[in-house]
């Protein structure tokens, strides 16, 4: 799904106005139809309260097909003075047609008394200051009567920037939210859940395929991830899936490297080898699957040689999760990170997270590396410590500041947290899954090892890390239908079955 804001909604309607030649009004009145389809049937007595500009008018225009429907339906028009020329086309057809239409705020109230539903296009993607004066009287309005009528809002919630999420002094409090092309990247603001209500994105007769190319920013979807899907061949073997090789854990973190090993063949590696003290025997118990390549740490020199031809097997690498930040655990990094190619000629991709990103922002230069072949899965205080912005800043401002490190290291980022951001500086995708029950130890572990695997199957580094991110929230948001707490344990054991309802349902 298309994720945009208010600029990119001018940029739509330009390019359908003026490329693809639909006219204006037309647009609004697609906007229109797919809006009431939304309505409850039952629904009879409907007050449509109108702004000024084009959310005005959308609205006029529902409010013309409601009552063309036999619905009871009366306007509150807010100004009919400065109307935008489609708001005022379908403002002069409602009173043409004999929709009953107030202006006073004094009859709100009996109005608001005499509805079932309220409807609001106050401000939708203009909205371009803080409201003030009867806007934010009637707002207040709504949003006392919304404790026994339902609100609808047109586009967004009058009040909300589309941008940002940020409340323009006041907003209204919808029931439910119906907004038109894009996914608005204000909804995806948390502190603002519960003015949007239930969010549906509707349609106003643009084919998506003839307008991608105007934005590369994504809200994933289930069916977007189902078309990442790249089929299994019937006479596929292992090697056909990646050889995997995982730098993770060390004394009194082997659990972190057994979650990334166990996600990692959970989720279909072809064979997944962990580099680990060789004092840890756990692994073997814990993910029989999973081989392992034993490390003295007290004379690391003696394993790097062997390591190499480790790395010169493998076709990805994920380091990061326990490993500490050692002169040892440093060496070992490096030398995973000196060999850009493997056996076969291929690129050997990276996966870095956790020490392995706390190393990198210790030793920058190792950044030439890593370009073009890389996934960064930081948090906020990781990403905080490799760009040198602070957690306030990058939460202000994630989209930009995500897309220009992305694209200056070459890399592709994935920053946790809600909503996940995925991005390699040029297309983005925003996650739609996940929830604060999973909010525990491991979980990241489990997350690299997902993608690990996604990559070693051969899927691109954009694709890997957006399909992991949305299955590891999946897991999650399904779980907590019957469990409070969700961990890491609980997401590797219910990799494969979500895998098969995303990619088959
Ligand atoms: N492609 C699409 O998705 C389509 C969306 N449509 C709908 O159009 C709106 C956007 O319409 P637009 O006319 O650009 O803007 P608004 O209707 O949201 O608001 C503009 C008017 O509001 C005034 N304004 C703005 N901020 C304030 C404020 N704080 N206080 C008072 N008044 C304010 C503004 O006045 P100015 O004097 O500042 O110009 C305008 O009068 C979109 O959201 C969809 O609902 C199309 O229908 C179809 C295509
Ligand atoms: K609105």
Do not use: W
């Amino acid at each position: 799904m298309l994720l945009g804001g208010n600029k990119t909604t001018r940029k739509i309607d330009n390019f359908a106005i003026n490329n693809l030649k639909i006219p204006s009004i037309v647009l609004m009145e697609n906007a229109a139809i797919s809006f009431v389809k939304h309505i409850d049937e039952n629904e009879d007595n409907f007050l449509i309260i109108c702004g000024k500009g084009n959310n005005g008018g959308d609205g006029y225009a529902i409010a013309r097909q409601l009552f063309s429907k036999g619905k009871n339906v009366k306007i509150f028009c807010i100004s009919n003075e400065n109307m935008s020329n489609d708001c005022m086309i379908n403002y002069e057809i409602c009173k043409n047609m004999g929709i009953e239409i107030f202006y006073k705020i004094e009859e709100l109230d009996k109005l608001f008394f005499e509805c079932n539903v309220v409807i609001e296009g106050i401000f939708g993607t203009g909205l371009n200051s803080e409201i003030k004066g009867i806007y934010q009287e009637i707002i207040q309005k709504i949003n006392t009567a919304s404790n026994n009528k339902k609100v609808y809002s047109i586009d967004i919630p009058s009040g909300i920037n589309g941008d940002t999420g940020e409340i323009m002094g006041i907003s209204v409090k919808a029931d439910i939210t119906i907004s038109f092309v894009t996914y608005k990247k204000g909804f995806l603001n948390s502190k603002i859940k519960d003015f949007l209500g239930k969010i549906i994105i509707e349609n106003i007769g643009l084919n998506e395929t003839s307008i991608n190319h105007l934005l590369k920013e994504y809200y994933l979807t289930p069916d977007m991830i189902k078309s990442f899907r790249i089929k299994r061949n019937e006479d596929s073997h292992k090697g056909d899936f990646g050889k995997v090789l995982i730098f993770a854990g060390s004394s009194g973190f082997y659990g972190a490297g057994n979650i990334v090993a166990k996600s990692c063949v959970r989720t279909g590696a072809g064979l997944t080898t962990v580099i680990t003290d060789k004092n840890n025997f756990s692994l073997n118990v814990f993910v029989p699957e999973a081989m392992s390549f034993p490390i003295n740490f007290d004379n690391i020199n003696e394993n790097l040689e062997k390591l190499e031809n480790e790395i010169l097997n493998s076709d990805v690498i994920a380091i990061g999760p326990g490993i500490g930040k050692s002169e040892q655990a440093f060496l070992i990094f490096e030398k995973l990170i000196s060999i850009k190619k493997n056996n076969k000629g291929n690129t050997i991709k990276l996966i870095l997270d956790a020490d392995a990103l706390n190393l990198l922002s210790e030793n920058r230069k190792l950044f030439e590396k890593i370009r073009n072949r890389s996934i960064l899965t930081p948090h906020l205080v990781e990403f905080s410590r490799l760009t040198g912005f602070s957690t306030d800043e990058i939460n202000k401002n994630r989209f930009e500041i995500t897309k220009n490190f992305a694209k200056k290291y070459e890399i592709i980022l994935l920053l946790k947290g809600k909503n996940t951001i995925i991005t390699n500086g040029e297309e983005l995708f925003a996650n739609s899954t996940g929830n604060s029950h999973m909010a525990n130890g491991g979980m990241g572990d489990c997350l690299t090892g997902i993608i690990c695997s996604l990559v070693g199957q051969k899927y691109d580094l954009m694709k890997s890390a957006g399909i992991g991110a949305y299955l590891h929230g999946k897991i999650a948001d399904e779980l907590v239908k019957k469990q409070y707490i969700v961990n890491a344990s609980h997401i590797i054991e219910n990799i494969s079955e979500c895998i098969l309802n995303i990619f088959q349902n």
